[in-house]
């Protein structure tokens, strides 16, 4: 699950980590209203969306950049009218871009210099990490390609947490002067705590800044939580934004599968990650495009079954469905049950290749044989992969 930059910021506040002066509107009465609350100071105008890259971005209407400064109320409200309900395309967002109905009026720091911190789980020692750089303002993934040199790790041991040494280490790492030291260290802590309190999988500060001034500023921050936590922060799950996510990805988390929508035309349902990923590399292998990543897990019902089928056939970029099920806990003939209740719910108008193997797997395949659907039944994984993308490819006779 992720949140906006304005809700981020809310969150880290409750750890007094540093942050400029801001509030989030929907309006454009609203935005120049808070400009003027703000004061006589340059006033950021950003626009929320889940996305990064957004200064970078244009909007379809073309405006370009979903970043901008300005001096005046007037101003801000000119701006804020050009980005709200409009589609900001980012690098990330793809061409469909994404709509701005909030943008984030704050108050815009005088930047010395930038810097990139991130606290995320190392999943190779299963303990926090954190990851930074002198080279803030850019995506992390750029300075690792070019400079690699420039990111610092420090691996945290999650049983003693982050230590006084290791806060005053990195200070020193990242080049702050001496009297900056005490409040890198006490925002570094911040972060930390905010990501253990919450069950976050990243905490991502970029850029974290450090202002004429002195000060130090988290100046943009980016959360992502552990979805299997969340039902130990209410207060967390009610920030999310359905708008910001696929239609299709809403419907799949009501009941509870695990699916991620792409672009391709061959619908997978597959149970376990892992063999959804297998299931996905081979189409791909065979030539042809997964449409998605579904995983309906171990221990689905018939009815979660049904839902999943439900999605699939409502893509309109389907042109064929393949199930590929491998039963151990999930049982093939509850499977099949959950194919002929959807088929009969919802027309089926594409091609369905099915695979099944493992615990009750002649009982399934009878089900579905004397269900009277028109399926092509595979063998193997290799099988079934070849016959979806000739489901989709015919060739010309």
Do not use: W
């Not at 454009?28 to 890259?53: C, M, P, T, W, Y």
């Amino acid at each position: 699950m992720n949140i906006h930059e304005y809700q981020a910021k809310e969150l880290l506040q409750k750890f007094n980590v540093a942050t400029t002066r801001g509030r989030v509107v929907s309006t454009f009465d609203e935005a120049e209203h808070i400009a003027r609350e703000l004061g006589d100071v340059d006033i950021v105008v950003k626009a929320q969306i889940h996305s990064g890259g957004r200064g970078k971005g244009a909007f379809k209407n073309g405006f370009k950049g979903g970043v901008h400064v300005r001096k005046t109320p007037e101003e801000v409200r000119q701006v804020a009218a050009k980005m709200l309900g409009q589609i900001l395309v980012t690098h990330q967002t793809g061409p469909a871009g994404r709509v701005v109905n909030k943008v984030l009026i704050a108050e815009s720091a005088e930047i010395e210099r930038e810097i990139y911190f991130a606290i995320l789980l190392d999943r190779a020692t299963a303990a926090p990490l954190i990851v930074a750089s002198t080279e803030g303002g850019v995506e992390i993934e750029t300075v690792a390609a070019k400079s690699p040199e420039k990111i610092i790790r420090e691996a945290i041991d999650p049983l003693a947490g982050l230590q006084p040494f290791q806060t005053r280490k990195l200070a020193k790492q990242l080049g702050f002067e001496s009297s900056q030291l005490k409040s890198a260290s006490k925002l570094f802590e911040g972060l930390y705590r905010t990501f253990v309190v919450f069950d976050c999988a990243i905490v991502e500060v970029n850029p974290l800044v450090v202002t004429t001034k002195g000060d130090v500023l988290a100046l943009d921050a980016k959360f992502n939580f552990d979805d299997n936590a969340l039902y130990r922060h209410p207060e967390i799950v009610a920030l999310r934004d359905v708008a910001e996510e696929d239609p299709r990805e809403v419907e799949a988390s009501k009941h509870g599968l695990n699916y991620i929508g792409l672009d391709g035309n061959i619908a997978c349902l597959v149970n376990g990650a892992g063999l959804a990923m297998a299931t996905m590399d081979i189409i791909k292998f065979y030539g042809g495009e997964p449409a998605n990543f579904l995983d309906v897990g171990g221990g689905a019902t018939e009815e979660q079954v049904t839902e999943a089928f439900k999605i699939l056939i409502a893509d309109k970029k389907v042109k064929a469905i393949l199930v590929n099920i491998f039963g151990g806990i999930m049982k093939c003939d509850i499977i099949a049950q959950g194919i002929i209740n959807a088929a009969k719910t919802v027309k089926l108008s594409v091609p369905l290749v099915v695979r099944l193997e493992g615990t009750n797997v002649e009982r399934g395949k009878q089900l579905l044989k004397e269900s009277g659907l028109a399926l092509i039944a595979a063998d193997d994984l290799a099988d079934a992969a070849q016959k979806a993308v000739a489901a989709v490819n015919p060739k010309p006779k």
